[in-house]
């Protein structure tokens, strides 16, 4: 399967088992292929792709968001979050779980998330903001913030190479 990278995807069940992590977000089991994932190229191995849930429970991951804006406040931080992402999906208001993002490789990709056969994408500037904050939460991880992406990235990567 081609990987169009800023696409969404559905991931198959196989990796689920497999990668064994509580704090993945599984596929639901109701009939309906959710969640899909927001996707992008990883910068250090062309066989890695990152995969970041995407969620419709905006009041949910509202205050989340507004929780992280007045922690930092009290901490005399200026706020800014790059764990999490609102934006437009298909009409649809959406969040970007950055926090949840977790690499994949093609074997476990079942397929494309398309409506009405036509792919779903995000506009530039959307795309632009979540990879940017993709790649600075990866970084921050990179370097010892262990705790700012949920599921063990570390070892879903260990299985996966």
């Known amino acids: 399967m081609k990987i169009n990278v800023g696409c ?19 596929n639901k089991d109701n009939g309906i292929k959710r969640p899909c994932y927001y996707c992008f190229k990883s910068k250090e191995n062309d066989n890695i792709i990152w995969f970041i849930p995407v969620s419709t429970k905006i009041q949910k991951y509202q205050k989340i968001y507004n929780d992280k804006i007045q922690k930092q406040i009290k901490l005399g931080k200026k706020p800014s979050i790059d764990t999490i992402v ?15 993002m977790f690499p994949v490789t093609e ?55």
């Open 8 to 26: 969404f995807y559905f991931i198959k069940d196989k990796f689920f088992d497999v990668m064994d992590d509580k704090e993945l977000m599984k």
């Open 86 to 100: 609102f934006g437009y999906v298909a009409n649809t208001y959406s969040t970007f779980l950055i926090q949840n």
């Open 107 to 161: 074997k476990y990709i079942e397929s494309q998330y398309v409506k009405n056969k036509v792919e779903i994408k995000l506009s530039n500037k959307l795309q632009t903001e979540i990879i940017n904050k993709a790649n600075k939460v990866l970084n921050l991880y990179n370097h010892g913030m262990k705790n700012i992406i949920f599921p063990d990235i570390d070892g879903i990567l260990k299985k996966l190479i």
